[in-house]
């Protein structure tokens, strides 16, 4: 199965999951990010002490590894990669399902109380798959990188690469697809280009609603996602 193909049959499937959610769940669930998102991070300043950096992964129902243990979610599984190379970062994992770029550009002040080394912006999905117009998320992601980096300029980030079916418009798949190399290329970050390569569409590596990675492709994920971010802790650790 081509790669268009598999995105057209994941999409499918995550647009009956997205229009079929309890609105309440869901804002539920962002309500209540914030304290789960510190449990792993209780003393702030902690890393300056040992000299760990925090890595902050920040993003909706694919960072937080739905329907899923949190230690089989692709952050918790970088974490392991880290720990058996013995690089000095501590992950952590901001993600809440059904985030937007909106929601996101709301909830980051809050996560930014602690210091943040490294930015993992997994975002947009739920956007794509909305309709959103790609210039109100581009202009999000954006808003939501400068918030970072004014807490810390020297802050690293990487940018995680997303995209939507042809179903939703020829015109507005390819705008949405581009906008990610568009602001990483802006930004100077480092790009994901598409985080669910080889997931997506693969119904074995996919739970019973056909969107959310299983075990198995959350490790997927974590390849990908350690393709990019490797590079970008060993050059500075």
Known sequence: MTIEKRIIAYSIAALGVIYGCNEADTTRVAEEAPSKAT?????????????????????????????????????ALIQERIDSLGLPY?????GVSG?????GKSRIDWLLKQPVDVFVLELGANDGLRGIPTEQS?????????????????VRIV???????????????????EMYTRIA?????????FLLEGVAGQRELNQEDGIHPTVEGQKILA????????????KEA
């Open 90 to 94: 501590k992950v952590i994992n901001a």
């Open 159 to 177: 940018l995680a690469g997303m995209q939507i079916p042809p179903s939703m418009g020829q015109k507005y798949a390819a705008q949405f697809r």
């Open 223 to 234: 390849s990908n996602v350690w393709e990019v971010l490797q590079p970008v802790l060993e």
């Open 185 to 193: 290329e802006e930004e100077d970050v480092a790009l994901i280009p």
């Open 138 to 154: 581009y202009s999000n992601l954006k808003a939501i990188i400068e918030k970072v980096r004014a807490k810390n300029p020297d």
């Open 39 to 75: 449990t792993k991070s209780a003393q702030p300043n902690a890393g300056e002490e040992t000299g760990t950096q925090t890595i902050l992964f920040f993003g909706n129902s694919l960072t937080a590894g739905y329907g899923l243990e949190p230690d089989q979610a692709f952050p």
């Open 99 to 103: 985030e937007t770029t909106a929601g």
